[in-house]
């Protein structure tokens, strides 16, 4: 299109752009600006191919903007923004006008653009916060115009010109005069100017001449400014054209200022004429003056007694330091070498002007203190460029005592003289550095200052202020500053943060302080700035205050931070700042949060940049980089200096020491690093802006994590360690960083990519934890709020906060943090759903981190829970864990699965049903189960009966539809999980409590999803642990086989008819998965009773199955005989027919020996399709393999005996390789368990002498010496313990118990006594009596131990036996 219809493609860009500006877009968010923006840069390069399309097209959209009709604060501020959009494009545009632009263009431009952008600078409002920018970005759409269109401007401003000699003077319009000041000169469009002022100047009005020379002077200082070379040149080769010009004009004027208020007038554009006539310059210096400029010298005369205060008017002596700031400014711009009498004129003057400007006891003040200002910044920077080592002004301004005027006008020079450096012989502020004391200390106490007049306390230092400590004391006691003054205090803020951002080395500069003083100042100017970004009152103090920030992170500024020891330094005062900034952010005290994040990440950027710099220094500093070992597990790589140096809390207090420094922390946290701190904290932070609900935020907070990788990369390269020593999730932080970068098709695409990588996360960190804690308080909070809208707006009939009010304070951050919330805000909502999703996927690694949690066991599913006894599945138990914050968050969870609130109720419920059906870790997987468990459980009374509710029957259906989403997921790690918890119970007790709902469409709808649970759970049966499984499945084949045909014949809605069709193959879907391989199981019987039970039982379920299979049949005879079969009801016949038939075969499969005769007969069956059914159940069986050899009733029992005969497998050369194999993997937990049963079962088998041989050879194997054989937490200890115990019990009592009694109730030994120990001796008692007792009682255990050796357990000889013959073994194994 754009090939072929050029003008249509254009038309189309800039109707996109027209639509998406803010005054017609609906609503402006990040993507809206990133759009607009893409279009304004797409038609800025449109526009240097297609210049007038372009330009008309953009014309047109601001003819209809300014047309617009608005209403509202709100529509006003987007009309705003959208005509600085409009003027910012246009200007650009305009710039790179292409230089062959046809005549034609010119017009359009005349014609069009001109009248509007002259509107936005005539109509000019004073007071009017939008006026002053719309302004001036109209003077620079009017200074890009008149580049090269000149003729065009300068015509209507010589139309204006020629009208105004004619007109009068009550209707003398001189606005398009004021054109001047905003066009651009060079020197031959300067000279048109001049020549034709001074052809209509005698004829034009007054009001008009006075607008003319206002506006001439500031046409001159445009050319000058943008085209200086032309004016230097000016002095190097006079130009007499330009100089009888302004030698006319300068004549023409001087007679026009007949009375004081005309010279006041006039004598700035007469010092400007003048300066253009260099050669008049000269010649009025000289002794001897021509008549001709003798008005020249009288007017310079003038100037000077007007400056020294002799001309008797004020309004002179104004007028006249206007004119010399003038004569100093121009004159910078021209070099001494070219013209020396102008540098004498000036040394003449600057000495009055100075006592004139900067004089503290009568400051210079005018009407118009703007003005003022403006006049001594000129004056200031001039006076530096011509003698920048007359630095005395520069004191008078740096005094405490002087006006605060003085300060900022000084700041803003020193800004202008950084930022403002044309000229070669410019000299560089290099020569203010020697102020840098002082500069620092007025940004001190500016900062406090304005902050104590915003009515917010100051933050907590990093560091006193080293130069300034008594002046900041006095202001202590001071009363809070007044608004006007806190308004003055912020602008000078404002221009100090600047001047920081400018030149950070002069504020940095330290000439002549040692190290640790030099740190300090570093650290209170850094900690100055750090205060100053959570400022919401000054959210434009707050963005350059970053900036700056961002200046002094770069490398050749943190060498300036602390030259003896840059690295130690960098690492304490960016982690400090680090650490406060992520602490603002995760307390959400940040306005623009997400902008602060972005910032953050330069931050990280030039953070690594420098260590990638630093890498290679000095072992002794690279110490610092181990400081963020967050694993827990080693030790930290740094001297003693550097840790005593480092142990700092945030907040802590550098205090000036005889050449070392000192920490005394001021927080909770001391002891611990503030680098690992800082670590923590900005891990935390980015973590919790996982959860945001703006896209934006998410993006960048994973982009962020790339740095981290990054920083971990260099410091791990120093000292060649593993990176996952310092980031132990560092895969992971690697993945979020790839996905910043790609696009995201949405929110909720994106938080789910979010939470799948979260779940991903192995190793706890304080990091990972504290975030995790903290979004769950936030995530309680909002809950709390959400649950009670809207009682938390109306209190009493009176709101409690306004909406806008929480508005502002969501927009603060992305965290609903205010007193209340108000749901019609859907970013409330859907941050309170990203929250409980963060908290499900993160929630398993932070379980980890819980070093409390005990192990128990669940209880087997089957009987009463009084009956219950303890299995040998192992998980967490509640009651270990009922106080953690894991725990309670799955407790609020099974309680918002059933919210009822009226408004959002619906939401919360289908968002907890998905999150936790489809992202809970699956490490919270066993929790979950026991805890669904124990809540369904208190839903039937002591008796067993149902306690029927509609609140119950909601939580079990979203029971159902959470467990079918859990099982059908295959999450990442979810088989490790599933199998550390018993279902079995819940299951069963979701089958009795959905039996009794009746067949209502809801209940049939239950139904049919609690089968499709089943269905799934045997399909991921082996990733489930069963303690009873036959018995288990059994029971559940018995209650869904109920549900068959219970409703569908009754039935006569055809929806009703439907469902319980659906329901039919819901059921059977999910009895052929449990049929698999299940040998049926009576509840009672014995014996021959039991074959009976079986048989009976069979039959019951092949029964049931034949009349489904008969009823399939005669629904579909009925349907083909009406005429009316319907397509879907043939297809579902079918399907339910099939299951049917898998059924059967399975059902068969698994119990030949007591099915085959009951349905061999179907084979002779006089129905033909009884018997096809039957030839087609055969052969299914068979081809299933059928195993007739297994006898139903021992099936349990042959599996046990093989599961036995597997684990006390032994090997050619004794070796036992399933006993060996479970030692290794089993956790040391669970060895006590296993312990047991190992012995248990080797001994049953005779066996327990080589599980003693090779469990304690393996122990002498790993054993460092012989004096840890058997001493330590192991396997072979604890087999041996139990041994001992189990079978030395018995032995022992019977062996002791007589020995003791004899002593503790015979006649004989009651008065005997046995203390040896002379200190403890009766004064009745003799020592040699009592040695002699105790030996005969010794003696007579001792014979009694000897002589029971036959009596000794066989299975403690066999312990006794291995060890012994393992001594001469392990004894030269460590002679080796």
Not at 751 to 770: D, S
Not at 1086 to 1093: F, I, P, Q, S, W
Not at 1270 to 1277: D, K, T, V, W
């Amino acid at each position: 299109m754009a090939a072929h219809k050029p003008v249509e493609w254009v038309q189309a860009v800039v109707n996109r752009f027209d639509e998406q500006l803010p005054i017609k877009a609906s609503q402006q968010n990040t993507h809206t600006k990133v759009s607009t923006e893409h279009n304004k840069e797409c038609l800025i390069n449109i526009s240097k191919y297609k210049f007038s399309l372009v330009i008309s097209g953009l014309t047109n959209i601001l003819k209809n903007v300014n047309n617009m009709r608005i209403f509202g604060e709100t529509a006003e501020k987007n009309l705003y923004l959208s005509q600085l959009i409009i003027l910012d494009t246009l200007e650009k545009c305009l710039a790179g006008q292409p230089k062959d632009t046809m005549r034609l263009d010119e017009t359009m431009l005349v014609k069009q653009l001109l009248p509007e952008i002259c509107h936005f600078i005539h109509t000019y409002r004073e007071g009017n916060q939008h006026a002053a920018e719309l302004r001036n970005s109209a003077s620079g759409v009017l200074f890009s115009l008149s580049c090269n269109n000149f003729n065009a401007v300068f015509s209507r401003i010589s139309t204006r010109l020629q009208e105004l000699t004619v007109c009068s003077e009550d209707n003398a319009d001189v606005h398009d005069i004021e054109l001047l000041q905003y066009i651009s000169v060079d020197c031959s469009k300067l000279k048109r100017l001049l020549q034709e002022t001074v052809f209509k100047f005698k004829a034009l009005k007054k009001v008009a001449q006075l607008a003319v020379i206002n506006s001439l002077e500031k046409a001159f200082w445009n050319w000058v400014e943008n085209y200086p070379d032309e004016f230097t040149k000016l002095y190097q080769t006079p130009q007499t054209d330009m100089a009888d010009c302004a030698e006319k004009l300068f004549d023409l004027v001087d007679g026009f200022a007949e009375s004081t208020k005309r010279k006041a007038a006039v004598w700035p554009l007469q010092i400007i004429l003048l300066v253009l006539c260099p050669e008049i310059i000269q010649d009025i210096a000289k002794d001897v003056v021509e008549e001709t400029k003798m008005n020249k010298k009288l007017f310079l005369d003038n100037l000077r007694k007007a400056l020294a205060g002799h001309s008797g008017s004020r309004q002179l002596t104004e007028s006249a330091a206007i004119a010399c700031v003038k004569l100093c400014k121009a004159s910078t711009y021209i070099n001494w070498e070219d013209n020396s009498v102008i540098f004498l004129l000036v040394q003449s003057m600057v000495v009055d002007l100075k006592n004139l400007l900067f004089n503290p006891s009568k400051p210079f003040s005018r009407s118009n203190q703007n003005a003022d200002v403006d006049l001594m910044i000129d004056c200031l920077v001039s006076c530096f460029r011509i003698n920048p080592h007359n630095n005395q002004h520069f004191k008078i301004c740096l005094a405490q005592s002087s006006p605060s005027t003085f300060h900022y006008v000084l700041v803003n020079s020193l800004h202008r003289i950084i930022t403002n450096s044309a000229l070669d012989w410019w000299p560089r502020i290099d020569a203010v550095y020697c102020h840098s004391v002082e500069l620092r200390s007025m940004f001190s106490e500016t900062l406090h200052k304005a902050i104590q007049g915003c009515g917010a306390h100051p933050a907590i230092r990093m560091t006193p202020s080293l130069t300034f400590k008594e002046k900041m004391t006095s202001l202590k006691f001071k009363e809070k500053p007044t608004d006007l003054e806190t308004k003055s205090y912020k602008f000078l803020l404002l221009s100090l943060v600047k001047l920081i951002h400018a030149d950070p080395k002069l504020l940095l500069c330290n000439p002549r302080k040692q190290g640790p003083e030099t740190q300090g100042s570093t650290a209170e100017l850094i900690t100055g700035l750090v205060q100053l970004v959570p400022q919401s009152s000054m959210p434009d103090i707050a963005q350059e205050a970053m900036e700056a920030l961002l200046v002094l992170h770069q490398l050749d500024s943190i060498d300036l931070w602390n030259p003896d020891a840059p690295i130690e330094t960098f690492w304490e005062i960016s982690s400090q700042m680090l650490f406060y900034i992520c602490k603002k952010l995760t307390s959400h005290q940040m306005l623009s949060s997400t902008e602060i994040l972005k910032w953050l990440r330069e931050i990280l950027i030039c953070r690594n940049k420098f260590l990638l710099k630093n890498k290679q220094s000095d072992r002794t500093s690279c110490h610092f980089l181990f400081l963020y070992d967050v694993s827990g597990g080693g030790t930290s790589q740094m001297s003693l200096d550097h840790e005593e140096m480092m142990r700092c809390a945030p907040g802590a207090t550098l205090r000036k020491g005889k050449g070392n420094s000192s920490m005394e922390s001021t927080a909770g946290c001391s002891g611990t690093p503030i680098c690992r701190q800082a670590q923590t904290k900005l891990e935390v932070a980015l973590y919790m802006f996982l959860w945001s609900p703006d896209i934006e935020a998410v993006l960048v907070a994973m982009s962020c994590f790339r740095h981290l990788c990054e920083e971990a990369d260099i410091r791990c390269g120093v000292d060649e360690v593993s990176v996952h020593n310092f980031l132990p999730n560092y895969n992971t932080f690697m993945e979020f960083a790839s996905v910043s970068n790609m696009m995201s098709t949405g929110r909720a695409a994106l938080q789910k990519r979010v939470m799948a990588l979260l779940r991903r996360i192995e190793h706890p960190t304080a990091g990972n934890t504290e975030a995790w804690e903290d979004t769950h308080a936030k995530w309680e909070q909002a809950t709390k709020l959400i649950l009670n809208y809207p009682k938390t707006k109306m209190e009493d009939g009176q709101v409690t906060e306004s909406l806008h009010k929480t508005i502002v304070k969501r927009r603060m951050s992305h965290v609903s943090g205010g007193g209340s919330i108000d749901l019609s805000d859907t970013d409330s909502l859907q941050e309170w759903i990203n929250m409980t999703g963060f908290l499900c996927a993160l929630g398993g690694v932070c379980l980890q981190h819980r070093s409390n949690a005990g192990l128990a066991t669940y209880s087997p599913p089957m009987g009463p829970v009084n009956e219950r006894k303890g299995s040998m599945i192992s998980m967490v138990s509640t009651e270990g864990n009922a106080e953690t914050p894991v725990s309670k968050f799955i407790d609020r969870l099974l309680t918002l699965m059933v919210c009822n609130h009226e408004k959002v109720g619906l939401q919360i419920r289908t968002n907890i049903k998905d999150l936790v059906g489809l992202e809970l870790s699956p490490a919270l997987y066993p929790m979950l189960f026991n805890k669904l468990k124990n809540t369904i459980s208190k839903f039937f009374d002591s008796q067993g009966q149902v306690l029927l509710t509609e609140t119950n029957t909601q939580f079990v259906e979203q029971t159902i539809a959470i467990m079918k989403n859990l099982l059908d997921n295959h999450t990442e790690g979810s088989s490790e999980h599933l199998g550390q918890a018993s279902i079995e119970t819940m299951m069963l007790n979701l089958v009795r409590y959905v039996r009794v709902l009746g067949n209502l469409v809801h209940a049939i709808q239950i139904k049919t999803k609690l089968c499709q649970l089943v269905e799934v759970m045997m399909e991921r049966r082996d990733d489930l642990s069963f303690c009873q499984e036959m018995k288990f499945r059994n029971k559940m084949v018995e209650y869904l086989t109920d549900w068959v045909m219970g409703t569908s014949n009754q039935a006569t809605d055809e929806d009703v008819k439907c469902l319980t069709r659906d329901l039919d193959q819901a059921s059977m879907e999910a009895v052929v998965s449990l049929l698999a391989g299940l040998p049926l199981q009576p509840e009672e019987g014995d014996g021959v009773e039991l074959m009976e039970a079986k048989s009976q039982l069979f039959l019951k379920y092949f029964t049931l199955f034949m009349n489904l299979l008969n009823d399939c049949s005669e629904v579909e005879d009925e349907s083909a005989q009406t005429g009316g079969r319907k397509r879907g009801m043939s297809r579902r016949l079918a399907s339910l027919r099939h299951c049917t038939v898998l059924a059967m075969s399975n059902l068969l499969n698994a119990n030949v020996d007591s099915g085959l005769m009951h349905s061999i007969g179907l084979g002779y069956h006089k129905d033909l399709q009884t018997r096809a059914t039957f030839m087609e159940v055969l052969t299914k069986i068979l081809q299933q393999g059928t195993e007739f050899d297994t006898l139903a009733e021992t099936v349990l029992a042959d599996r046990f005996e093989r599961l036995v005969e597997l684990v006390t497998m032994m090997g050619d050369q004794g070796e036992l390789p399933i006993a060996m194999a479970l030692a290794n993997v089993v956790p040391c937990s669970q060895w006590d368990e296993l312990a047991r049963v190992l012995v248990t079962l080797f001994d049953s088998r005779h066996l327990l002498y080589q599980l003693l041989w090779n469990m304690f050879s393996k122990e002498v194997e790993l054993a460092d010496s012989m004096q840890t054989l058997f001493r330590g937490n192991s396997l072979a200890s604890k087999i041996m313990t139990f041994c001992f115990k189990v079978y030395g019990a018995t032995y022992l009592q019977k062996l002791l118990e007589p020995l003791l009694r004899t002593v503790i109730t015979s006649s004989e030994w009651q008065h005997v006594s046995f203390e040896v120990d002379p200190t403890r001796l009766e004064p009745t008692e003799s020592l040699e009596e009592n040695q002699r007792s105790l030996l005969q009682m010794t003696e007579k255990f001792f014979h009694a131990i000897i002589n029971s050796s036959s009596e000794f357990p066989p299975q403690l000889r066999s312990v006794c036996h291995c060890l012994y013959q393992l001594q001469e073994f392990s004894s030269s194994s460590f002679l080796l």
